[in-house]
């Protein structure tokens, strides 16, 4: 749901993202990486690994998780927990795709 202080921007088109892959955007001033799966989900998550700042829009996709290219730690695309313990979350973000392939993301 969006609140009162959250804004939908719009990010780029589909065919912007890589499938399979993480690309890494400045939305404002926050850094967010953005992935497009093989199936054809795309998420939003925080750009950088809570663990040692690992830019994780270069990590790998295992299923719905993204993989940590330092350390692989692995995050869940949709609450952005951990598999490790004592790891902190990261943020992810409301993201949607429109008809005509714009992508947007709620921040
Ligand atoms: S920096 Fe991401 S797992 Fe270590």
Same mark, same amino acid.
């Given at each position: 749901m969006q609140t009162s202080t959250q804004t939908r921007l719009a990010l780029c088109q589909i065919d912007d993202l890589p499938v399979g892959l993480g690309r890494s955007f400045?939305?404002?001033?926050t850094p967010i990486a953005v992935f497009r799966t093989r199936a054809g989900k795309v998420f939003a998550t925080d750009a950088f690994c809570p663990h040692k700042g690992g830019p994780l829009a270069d990590g790998?996709?295992?299923g719905d998780q993204v993989v940590c290219p330092y350390h692989a730690f692995?995050?869940?695309?949709?609450t952005g927990?951990? %598999?490790? #313990?004592?790891v902190c979350a990261i943020a992810t973000y409301p993201i %949607?795709? #429109?008809?005509?392939?714009g992508v947007f993301i709620t921040v």
């Open positions: 400045e939305v404002g001033e790998m996709l295992a692995r995050f869940d695309s949709q927990e951990c %598999d490790q #313990a004592n %949607d795709v #429109a008809a005509d392939g």
